[in-house]
């Protein structure tokens, strides 16, 4: 099991907690490796103290994929479950996923079910939910350790965000099929959306991390890079996601969602650009 990690001693203890055998309540060995691009020592204290069966390691400190394939050369089994570290397992959750590989042996890829701690309040916050399968979030998934050195891990050039997107795509390229096992279930808190505290991302992510995805797989601009796709996004973030802003959430959090629509056009005008080089 690998739990990358960055600057959140409060969260990992939660989650590596939720792991603990007790709670697991899983007759197969297995271990927990910690991979930490934090720049102070908490985390590592942390696991010293009160965790001494895990194992932790150093990151890169290029971003999560890189941190998440440190882990991943440290890990020893023949399955690498990736859990983030703000992610909290809920009982029987790796016995789910280790009952699932045993019924279907054909199967290389698992993921689990990501489902928030409560209803949103502000459209100022964000969660990865995965309520129903096919988004393979790489905050919640099981995949053959074979298979992963195989198709060559996670890209280390994607530095903040699509590494998870980018892996998916290439298992789908090389037609590995996958199985949604709900009972592999994380809780993952709601995050906040604005810079600073625990959002780590910086300004304009989503579009250098899309142009990244689009100049390695040239054969998924009509999945991802036609410019219609984003100019509707805008329109539903403008009426839809408006809609709900204003009155299921009281308006908290508008400045974001303007934020988002403005992202979707800028998106749209940038992929017309290319497209017309």
């Not at 250098?208 to 797989?217: I, Q």
């Amino acid at each position: 099991m690998v739990v990358p990690t960055y600057e959140r001693p409060d969260d990992l203890e939660r989650c590596l907690k939720s792991l603990d055998q007790n709670f697991q309540k899983l007759d197969a060995k297995y271990e927990i490796i910690v991979s930490d691009d934090s720049v102070s020592d908490k985390s590592k204290i942390l696991i010293e103290r009160n965790f001494q069966n895990v194992i932790w390691k150093e990151g890169k400190k290029k971003g999560p994929a890189a941190n998440r394939n440190v882990g991943a050369l440290e890990a020893k089994g023949e399955w690498i479950v990736f859990l983030d570290d703000d992610c909290i397992a809920q009982k029987n959750y790796l016995e789910a996923y280790c009952k699932s590989i045993l019924n279907d042996p054909e199967i290389l890829v698992f993921e689990g079910k990501i489902f928030a701690d409560r209803k949103r309040v502000t459209w100022a916050e964000g969660c990865p939910e995965n309520e129903n399968g096919g988004m393979l979030w790489t905050s919640n998934l099981c995949v053959k350790k074979s298979l992963f050195n195989n198709i060559g891990g996670f890209d280390e050039r994607f530095r903040t965000a699509y590494e998870d997107v980018e892996f998916a795509f290439r298992l789908k390229q090389f037609g590995i099929k996958s199985i949604f096992v709900p009972q592999a279930a994380v809780c993952h808190p709601w995050r906040s959306l604005r810079n600073g505290g625990k959002n780590w991302k910086v300004k304009g992510y989503q579009i250098d991390s899309l142009l990244l995805f689009l100049d390695k797989h040239e054969n998924a601009y009509m999945e991802y890079g036609r410019p219609l796709i984003y100019l509707r996004n805008m329109l539903r973030i403008l009426t839809s996601n408006l809609c709900f802003c204003l009155l299921n959430l009281g308006g908290r959090g508008i400045d974001i969602l303007f934020s988002q629509a403005y992202i979707a056009l800028q998106t749209c005008i940038l992929l017309t650009f290319k497209k017309n080089k």
